[in-house]
């Protein structure tokens, strides 16, 4: 897939990642970017400066999602590759409260299936469309210090392989982006444990958007910016007791004290 001449669209667009990619599609050529975020200000302002349509948008909202793919539609015209890029974190295990629980798992797993309500009836009825959802390597990992994250993160991986095995005969291509540590405001929320761990590998948002973009360019399901996520994926599937014992030492080490 080739994003010159396209409409694309990308939630979480005002800040870190959703940013990089709004800049990265439109210097591609992007025929429309349309920046969606619940920061209206931050929306405007990417833009602005990019020649796009910002559209305020709560991804835990699927109304909002259903008028976001309806302002885009009326406004740039059909849209062909949707990003699902919105995200947050939030530390702790089963003793998170509900209501954390419940807020975590509407923006990382219930936006990307409020989206695909959406978008996917329009592309299906053209017979193509693409797909993209932010996911993290924890998604095929796990999260030291944040069981909300690491289960939030797998349920989104399990949606979007769920999305290509069904849809890809529909003419519907899906990539999941599975980052590890990116220097964006999340990962430098949290001081010292695995964050500082993750911060010494960390990439910019740019190399994301690069990776990306190659991604699309061949169709990939997994799009890794650290290329060493593969290896550690291959680890855990050939020997997932051993990989298991390796997590508890990076838990010893970086994990909250118990």
Not at 70 to 85: K, Q, Y
Request: aromatic share 6%.
């Amino acid at each position: 897939m080739e994003v010159r001449g396209k409409v694309v669209v990308v939630t979480g667009g005002g800040s870190g990642i959703g940013e990089a990619l709004c800049r990265r599609f439109s210097a591609e050529g992007a025929r429309a970017v349309v920046v969606a975020d619940l920061d209206e200000n931050l929306a405007l302002s990417v833009a602005s400066s990019i020649g796009g349509l910002a559209v305020k948008t709560d991804v835990a909202v699927e109304n909002d999602l259903q008028q976001l793919v309806e302002v885009t539609t009326d406004n740039v015209g059909p849209i062909d590759l949707f990003c699902s890029n919105a995200g947050i974190i939030l530390m702790g295990g089963a003793e998170a409260s509900d209501s954390d629980w419940q807020r975590i798992w509407n923006i990382n797993v219930m936006s990307h299936v409020y989206a695909v309500r959406a978008v996917l009836p329009g592309m299906l009825a053209r017979g193509e469309g693409y797909l993209l959802q932010t996911a993290s390597a924890a998604g095929l990992l796990t999260q030291i210090g944040s069981a909300p994250y690491s289960v939030t993160k797998h349920a989104a991986v399990a949606f979007a392989e769920w999305l290509s095995i069904t849809h890809r005969r529909d003419g519907i291509r899906v990539s999941c982006l599975c980052p590890q540590g990116v220097r964006t405001q999340m990962l430098y929320q949290t001081d010292g444990g695995i964050a500082a761990h993750l911060q010494a590998s960390a990439v910019d948002t740019d190399t994301v958007a690069d990776a990306v973009i190659a991604g699309l360019a061949t169709e990939q399901f997994l799009i890794l910016p650290h290329p060493e996520v593969a290896d550690y994926f291959h680890h855990k599937a050939s020997d997932y007791d051993r990989w298991l014992r390796g997590m508890c030492r990076l838990q010893d080490r970086f994990g909250a004290p118990r």
